[in-house]
């Protein structure tokens, strides 16, 4: 947007506007109301001073004040001398939290909890490119042939399918229980599965129906921050328990045992490390002596580059004190908002009912046409295409950051995954390396953000690969190493351009 249209913009709101507060007030009005209607976005020039105090027919010094104040409160900066530029700041909200379109409006209190999810919120618009992780490249998916599927089921001879569906469609849960069997060496009937509408839907399920307000909940360190923000918001108490190279490394003897664990074991979220039979044995000894409940998330089992399927948690277990949390945002597409748990042959009727009463059950076309596209071998076709390509991608992506940052990183993942973690080996300020990363159009996830306890904090950077091809990763890798260097020769930092640019 260039200086004349910012211009008129403003002239027109502040036309809208009554004098009754003042010249300098209602300009400053309208300028942070286009700011924060998103009019007015972040780096949008604004016209000199002089020139907006002709335009508006107000004192250069009114225009000025009214800038410095906006300036002042963060909504303005100054860039390259007289320029005034609207604060890029507000492109990026603070470390760990993520843009708004809009600000929280004031005078519109939250309840406690809302106030609190929305300070945890972790979430981001941003779903593609280099080098967003935890996404898979969804132009690999076989569309034609889901499409074909989906018009079977879509028809007046299926209408029993537009309406709920108790715990599931029973073909789909009949699949899994055998795509389960020979995949993850797990022995289930298809009525220990329970069909819901995304992990979180369902790691919110398991939080209601298995613990009370208070109870205490072990959470990997670092680990997976929306699930995090799903048990808090169910009221329960987050207790971080580091992860090391054999994963969660619970204490020996807890003064507090848990209600809940939660835990990727397979491939541990975000550092990739694998659970060790030591670690996953104390962790089954320690749910049965305090009857505790272990939901196992098993998020990209299937996305592995080795040969052989690590074992689930579950079909280890002999004590019935896991639940299995599986999903199709990595292996199908995430708009597709479908997973699944498979629990306890005791727990199956009360997990449906409660899904039934909090949720209620839909999504019964798209489940009756991904049975069919496992039965009829179109997922495992489409998983074994993809492994090959995020391999490729995955090797692409090492090469470039290894060969030139090998003595400034470290990694713990690499052989599952859509993503590898990199750890800095000297102290750098990864969140502001994410928002220099951002100015460029590259998403680089800062790991210290994934910490809980901030005593084992560590920084670094997530890199997705997945869903973009091997030239995008070549060519947006050189522009970030050339960042890490630069910060490693400062110490671990760079100067920000103003005081309310985000650098």
């Not at 949390?325 to 908002?337: A, E, I």
Request: aromatic share 8%.
């Amino acid at each position: 947007m260039d200086k004349s249209l910012s211009a008129e913009l403003i002239r027109t709101r502040l036309e809208s506007l009554t004098s009754e507060s003042g010249s300098q007030a209602s300009l400053y009005l309208a300028i942070r109301r286009l700011i924060l209607d998103g009019e007015l976005p972040p780096g949008t020039p604004l016209p000199p001073s002089r020139v907006l105090s002709a335009d508006v027919g107000l004192s250069r010094s009114t225009v000025v004040r009214a800038y410095e104040k906006l300036r002042v409160e963060g909504y303005l900066q100054s860039c390259g001398g007289s320029a005034t530029l609207v604060s890029e700041a507000l492109a990026l909200a603070p470390p760990g939290r993520v843009r708004r379109d809009r600000p929280w409006r004031q005078g519109r209190p939250l309840s406690r909890r809302g106030a609190e999810i929305a300070r945890h919120a972790t979430s981001s618009p941003i779903q593609s490119g280099a080098f967003v992780p935890g996404v898979p490249d969804v132009g690999l998916f076989p569309f034609a042939t889901w499409r074909r599927l989906l018009a079977k089921y879509t028809n007046f001879e299926h209408r029993h399918l537009a309406r709920y569906g108790h715990g599931g469609h029973g073909p789909l849960k009949a699949a899994l229980a055998e795509y389960l069997r020979a995949s993850r060496m797990m022995s289930c009937s298809p009525r220990q599965i329970l069909i819901v509408n995304g992990s979180h839907q369902a790691i919110d399920l398991c939080a209601r129906m298995l613990c009370d307000e208070k109870d205490r909940v072990w959470m990997e360190d670092p680990g997976y921050w929306g699930a995090s923000n799903v048990l808090r918001a169910s009221g329960l108490q987050l207790e971080p328990i580091p992860v090391d190279e054999q994963g969660m490394a619970p204490p020996a003897a807890p003064v507090s045992p848990p209600r809940l664990i939660f835990v990727s074991p397979s491939s541990q979220y975000p550092s990739g490390v694998v659970m060790s039979l030591n670690r996953r044995i104390k962790l089954l000894e320690l749910a049965e002596e305090h009857n505790a409940w272990i939901i196992e998330d098993d998020y990209d089992n299937e996305i592995r580059f080795h040969p052989y399927a690590i074992g689930s948690l579950f079909g280890q277990a002999r004590s019935q004190r896991v639940i299995y949390l599986g999903t199709f945002s990595k292996t199908m597409f995430p708009g597709l908002r479908l997973a699944y748990l498979v629990v306890p042959e005791d727990l199956a009727e009360s997990f449906a009912t409660g899904n039934a009463e909090l949720y209620r059950e839909g999504r019964m076309i798209e489940q009756a046409a991904l049975a069919e596209f496992i039965d009829g071998g179109h997922l495992g076709a489409h998983l074994r295409r993809v492994r090959n390509i995020y391999q490729e991608r995955r090797n692409v992506l090492r090469k470039a950051i290894e060969s030139r940052l090998g003595n400034l990183v470290s990694t713990t993942g690499g052989l599952a995954g859509l993503h590898l973690p990199y750890f800095f080996r000297q102290p750098i300020d990864d969140v502001s390396l994410a928002r220099e990363m951002l100015e460029a159009g590259i998403v680089v996830r800062p790991l210290s953000m994934y910490y809980a306890d901030s005593g084992q904090q560590r920084s670094g950077m997530i890199l997705g690969f997945a869903a973009v091809d091997s030239g995008v990763i070549e060519a947006a890798a050189p522009r970030l190493c050339a960042a890490v260097e630069r910060r490693s020769q400062d110490g671990g930092s760079c100067p920000e351009p103003s005081a309310t640019g985000h650098g």
